[in-house]
C-alpha cells in the first residue's frame, strides 16, 4: 500500500473551507485514496474515496492532482464538530484489505 | 454506511484476568472483519483480520494465543484478551468490510489494573 504523507496538525476557523492536504506519491494505478476521521475516543468514520477523479459526497470533496501523487480533502463549511484526526490512506479497492493508519492530521476548529 | 457495534464500551479488569469484546455488525453481513488497537496520543494499528468459518490472521508482533479471535458467524466476531496485563491496557476497535470501505465500531476502553 503506498505510504502517505500528511501535516501533524492544521486549525481552521469556524465556517470557512478547512483543506487537508496528502501527499501519496508512490500510489499505484490500482490504489484508490481513502479518508477516514477520527473524532476523539470514537472509532473512525468513513468519509470519501477516490481513484482520480474529484469526488464529492455530502461529507466532503476530494480533488486529486492528474498525475495522483497527491490529494486534498476539503470540508467546504468546517463546524466545530469537524474537529477530528483525519487520515489519508492508500488502498486497493478489490476484496477485503486492510487499511494501514499513518498518524494523520489533527485539525483543529477555532471559533 | 453499514453500522457496527462493540460491547462493552469500557471495561476495567484485574491483571490477569480475561477480557472478552464483542463486535457485531447490525446491518450487514461481514465474512471480513478487522481488529484494531490504539494506544493514546498514537493511531489506529491493524492486529488481525478475521474471517467468518476461518482462522484469523495476525499481524506481525500480535501474540495470537493472547488475543483469541472468533468469528463463529457474519455478524459477530469477538476478541478475547487473555490474561490481560496493564500493557494492554488501550482502546480497541473492530471494523468490518462492506462494499469498498470499512466501517469501524465505537471502540472498547479496556483498562487493566
Known amino acids: 500500500d503506498a505510504k502517505t504523507t500528511q501535516p501533524p496538525s492544521m486549525d481552521c476557523a469556524e465556517g470557512r473551507a478547512a483543506n487537508l492536504p496528502c501527499n501519496h506519491s508512490?500510489?499505484?494505478?490500482?490504489?484508490?485514496v481513502y479518508w477516514y476521521r477520527q473524532i476523539h475516543s470514537q472509532g473512525p468514520q468513513y468519509i470519501i474515496h477516490?481513484?482520480?477523479n474529484n469526488e464529492t459526497n455530502e461529507m466532503a470533496s476530494l480533488i486529486i492532482t492528474e498525475d495522483r501523487k497527491s490529494s486534498t480533502l476539503i470540508l467546504p463549511h468546517a463546524t466545530l464538530r469537524d474537529t477530528a484526526v483525519y487520515y489519508c490512506?492508500?488502498?486497493?479497492?478489490?476484496?477485503?484489505?486492510?487499511?494501514?493508519f499513518g498518524q494523520g492530521t489533527r485539525l483543529t476548529i477555532n471559533p | 454506511g453499514a453500522v457496527v457495534s462493540q460491547h462493552p464500551s469500557r471495561v476495567i479488569c484485574k491483571s490477569g484476568t480475561s477480557v472478552k469484546i464483542e463486535c457485531r455488525s447490525l446491518?450487514?453481513?461481514?465474512?471480513?472483519m478487522f481488529w484494531y488497537r490504539q494506544f493514546p496520543k498514537q493511531s489506529l494499528m491493524l492486529m488481525a483480520t478475521?474471517?467468518?468459518?476461518?482462522?484469523?490472521?495476525?499481524e506481525q508482533g500480535v501474540e495470537k494465543d493472547k488475543f483469541l479471535i472468533n468469528h463463529a458467524s457474519l455478524t459477530l466476531s469477538t476478541l478475547t484478551v487473555t490474561s490481560a496485563h496493564p500493557e494492554d491496557s488501550s482502546f480497541y476497535i473492530c471494523s468490518q468490510q462492506g462494499n469498498n470501505e470499512q466501517f469501524f465500531g465505537p471502540g472498547t476502553r479496556l483498562t487493566v489494573l
Open positions: 478475521s474471517n467468518e468459518g476461518s482462522k484469523a490472521t495476525y
Open positions: 490512506i492508500g488502498r486497493r479497492i478489490q476484496g477485503a484489505q486492510k487499511l494501514v
Open positions: 508512490t500510489i499505484s494505478g490500482n490504489e484508490y
Open positions: 477516490g481513484l482520480k
Open positions: 446491518d450487514f453481513q461481514a465474512t471480513t
